[in-house]
């Protein structure tokens, strides 16, 4: 597709469950990026896929979340255990660039909604 | 720790008049600076970005002005319209740090007809 598509749209889930949201960056872009915005806030950080590179997991509030990208494309943010402070929009993002200038324009999806009862 | 902030949760001004959002970090070592505009449901998209090399960039009705010294930047569109009614996310990038963004709380920005 032509832009970042992100599935599913909306998920509501109950306390303690495992849910996984999925993200399908742009064709050929090489970084990859998880974002949440939970209710009020701003965009938080949790992981960031760069190339071949080890990914940077510095965001992750807890080990109870992670994410893989699968043949430098496809990534999937795993929720297990899933706790009400959880419920936020959870955005994806791609970059065609990894080099200078680093940080370069992201294109975003439009995110997933969790809500966790 | 939150190394970018927007202290001014809303703004509200009249069409035609200037809108001046605001954003203050304190890595020093941050050297990219960009700005995002959200409208609701839709994903955050790319605005105008500076370099730490340049203290001004300007695209159409939106300038970026960074100062350095005082770890601060500004978003100004002029003239604003109705249309510019979003929220506004300041984000910084450490180049040593790969490619991460680190985004500010966001202001929202409502331009009154």
């Known amino acids: 597709g032509a832009g970042v598509s992100q599935s599913p749209s909306n998920k509501v889930t109950e306390k303690g469950k495992d849910v996984e949201l999925r993200c399908d960056p742009i064709?050929?872009?090489?970084?990859l990026y998880w974002y949440r915005q939970s209710l009020g806030q701003g965009l938080e950080f949790l992981i960031y896929?760069?190339?071949?590179?080890?990914?940077?997991k510095s965001g992750l509030p807890s080990d109870r979340f992670s994410a893989e990208r699968t043949g430098g494309s496809v990534s999937t943010l795993t929720i297990q255990r899933t706790q009400q402070e959880d419920s936020a929009v959870y955005l994806c993002?791609?970059?065609?660039?990894?080099?200078?200038?680093?940080?370069?324009?992201?294109?975003f999806g439009e995110g997933s909604r969790l809500t966790v009862l | 720790d939150q190394q970018v902030k927007q202290n001014s949760p809303s703004l509200s001004v009249q069409e035609g008049r200037i809108s001046i959002l605001n954003c203050d970090y304190t890595n020093s070592m941050f050297d990219y600076f960009l700005w995002y505009k959200k409208y609701p449901a839709e994903g955050p998209t790319f605005l105008i970005s500076?370099?730490?090399?340049?203290d001004k960039n300007e695209d159409g009705r939106f300038t970026v002005f960074l100062n350095k010294s005082a770890k601060h930047l500004s978003l100004h569109i002029v003239p604003s319209q109705p249309g510019d009614s979003a929220v506004y996310f300041c984000?910084?990038?450490?180049?040593?740090?790969?490619?991460?963004?680190?985004f500010g709380q966001g202001t929202e920005l409502s331009v009154k007809p």
């Open positions: 500076i370099s730490s090399i340049k």
């Open positions: 064709s050929g872009h090489t970084a």
């Open positions: 896929f760069q190339g071949n590179s080890a990914p940077d």
């Open positions: 993002a791609s970059s065609k660039r990894t080099g200078v200038p680093l940080g370069g324009k992201l294109f």
């Open positions: 984000a910084a990038s450490d180049g040593n740090q790969g490619g991460k963004l680190i």
